[in-house]
């Protein structure tokens, strides 16, 4: 994914994010499965085990056990943190939503193609991800 963007990024896998907690995010901190940032802000050069929400082009999440969290309270959390987009790889769904605009509460936009179609991310990626190796 990162030879394809349009920004050069940055990725870490399972870090530990702090996003602000209140309403509809109840969660003081989240591990998601992927995070990225772009390269140049060096974003998880020197970062603690815990970092902020603060520069995060995306998080990626692949749904495991606890389907609701993935679905809704982790997406609200990255939301109200200022998350530009959340990826949703749905295992149990065979889809693969993009959520962007993010709100207060939510992301006030958002798309979903079946797993094994191609997903477009917009802009600062500008790309389309094939996701037939991910099925």
Known sequence: MIKHSRTDMDFSENKGLRPRSGDAC?????????????LASDLFGGAGPWMPLDGVAMVVEVTAGNLRKDRELKRRCYARGGVALYLLLDRDTAQTP??????????????????????????PFAFELETTDLL
């Open 98 to 123: 993009v959520f962007g605009s993010p709100g207060k509460d939510d992301y006030r936009a958002h798309h979903a193609r079946p797993l094994g179609r191609p997903v477009t991310l917009p802009v």
């Open 26 to 38: 109840p969660e003081n901190h989240v591990i998601p499965d992927v995070i990225f940032a772009p």
